[in-house]
Structures are given as C-alpha cells and as structure tokens.
C-alpha cells in the first residue's frame, strides 16, 4: 500500500523529460468527461440528499424542515458517499495500485482513474454550500472542502496529476469518516448514547483507530512521497503557469495534511481524557 521507496532522489532528467514531453493540460476531450463526471456526481449526491431530507421529516415526524433536519440527513448523505468512496478506494489500492510503481507512471498517466478525482469535487460542490448555508459546518471543514476542490481540480484536469496517488487520499481515507458520521449522529440525539452508551462508545473507539490508521499513520509516508515528487516537479518547472497550478496544488495539499494532524491530535486528547476520567466516576460509584 506504501509506495517504494517512500524517499526519491531527484532526478534531473526525468522531470526534465516530463516539462518537455507531457503537456500541462489534459486533452479538450478529457475536460469535457471530467466535467461531465463532476456534475453529474454533485447533482446525483444532490437528489439523494433532497430524497433523506424528506424521509428523516417523515421519521422525525416534522412537516417544517429545521436545522436538524438538514444536519441529520447531511450526515447520512456523508455516511454512505463516503462509505462508497471508502470501499472504492481499497479495493483500488489493494488491486490496482503496485507499490513499486515507476515514478513517472506516479506523475503522469493513470487517466482511468480520474473518477476518483470527479467523485471528489463533485462532492465538495455539493457539501461546501449545504455545509455553510444549511448545517453551519466548522470554519476547518469550509477550508477541507475549499482544498479538497484545489487539489481534485488539478488531478482531474492536469497531465501530470499524480493520479496515482488518488484511490488512497481520494477513496481509501474517507473509510474513517464513516464511523464518524455515526458518531456524529449520537452526538445530535443525547437520548441515543443513554439508551445505546456501549454502542456509542464502540463506535467512538472505531473512528479513533481508523482515523489515525489511513489520516496519520499510512497518510504520512505517501503523503511525502507524494509532495516530495510534486515539488521536484515544481522545482524543475519554467514555465510560470505550472509553477502556479503546482504551487497551489501543493499548498492546498498541505493545509489537508495539517488539518488531518489537528484533528488526530484531537481525537488522541480526547483518548487520554477519557481514561483517567472513566476511572474517577468509576471510584465515585464505588
């Protein structure tokens, strides 16, 4: 799953080669299918999400549609996009994706697989604006989806978009944001974690472990490997259009990677909190 090596030498006459052999665009022809692709995906998520909308009001039995209600089926949506993503993405990187992949093949080519970067920005375009009109999602999430477009953007329209890299930051992580969808949903309903505390607390712990798992521990080695190639890449580029779209690529990648490492630092505290605290109510009962 790690790619090898993780730590590249540089390589002068290969990116030479890649600025004066592949063009910085992907073909006219390949726009308008990742174009296509990426509306149709906001669109698809978008009446899937007006058809959970109108079965939680009926389960809630609510004729008005308030907050929590955007935000209970907002979540669901989240749960099962994510959840296909998620599955997507590891049956690419066990099946499809060799670890000892050529470098130029990790930066260029793999056109096949810019589904995952279609399914992502039209993702982020249908989330961003319910997140901020509808759910009031954190200031960190607008900027996770802000980035995530960035850097889907560049895979999907650029030659040289590492599309290599994309089953595992487009598809594979999202695995973790499944259990957090449900986490999140006991969080909305109180009365859910009294009736079901085993249950909420399971499913706490499962979102801990998966998130430092595929967002620290496996993200961390091909995420350098990743921004190791990209600035290579940048670094040996003269051409100021693709010294922008990289710079941009990179550091939209960068903020990813920072709010992955906040929020595992979170997700850790809230581990070390819980233990001592559980074991003080614990002597109080006694």
């Given amino acids: 799953m790690i790619p090898s090596p993780v730590f590249v030498k540089y390589d002068s006459a290969l990116f030479d080669a890649i600025h004066r052999d592949v063009p910085t665009f992907l073909p006219q022809e390949d726009h308008k299918e990742v174009i296509t692709w990426i509306l149709s995906i906001a669109g698809a998520i978008t009446l899937f999400h007006l058809v959970l909308l109108q079965m939680v009001k009926v389960w809630q039995g609510s004729k008005e549609t308030t907050h929590a209600t955007w935000k209970a089926s ?18 690419y990187q066990l099946f499809k994706i060799k670890s000892d992949e050529a470098i130029l093949d990790r930066i260029v080519g793999n056109e096949h697989m810019m589904l995952f970067s279609a399914g992502q920005v039209g993702y982020q375009l249908w989330a961003l604006p319910i997140g901020i009109i ?5 200031k960190s999430m607008i900027i996770h989806h802000v980035a995530v477009i960035c850097v889907g953007s560049v895979t999907a329209f650029i030659s040289s978009g590492f599309r290599y890299f994309t089953p595992y930051f487009y598809g594979v992580i999202e695995i973790s944001s499944v259990p957090l969808s449900v986490m999140n949903s006991f969080k909305n309903n109180p009365d859910w974690i009294q009736k079901y505390p085993g249950a909420y607390k399971n499913v706490r712990l499962v979102f801990g472990i998966t998130f430092l798992l595929v967002r620290v521990v496996l993200w961390t080695p091909i995420y350098w490997n990743f921004v190791s190639l990209a600035s290579m890449l940048l670094y040996s580029s003269d051409v100021v259009s693709t010294q922008i779209i990289l710079s941009i690529f990179i550091l939209a990648s960068l903020v990813l990677t920072i709010l992955q490492y906040f929020w595992a630092s979170k997700i850790v505290g809230a581990l070390v909190k819980g233990g001592p605290k559980k074991k003080k109510e614990a002597k109080k009962v006694d």
């Fill in 134 to 138: 509808f759910v009031g999602e954190t």
């Fill in 74 to 91: 907002y979540q669901l949506t989240n749960l099962l996009v994510n959840l296909i993503l998620g599955c997507v993405g590891i049956y």
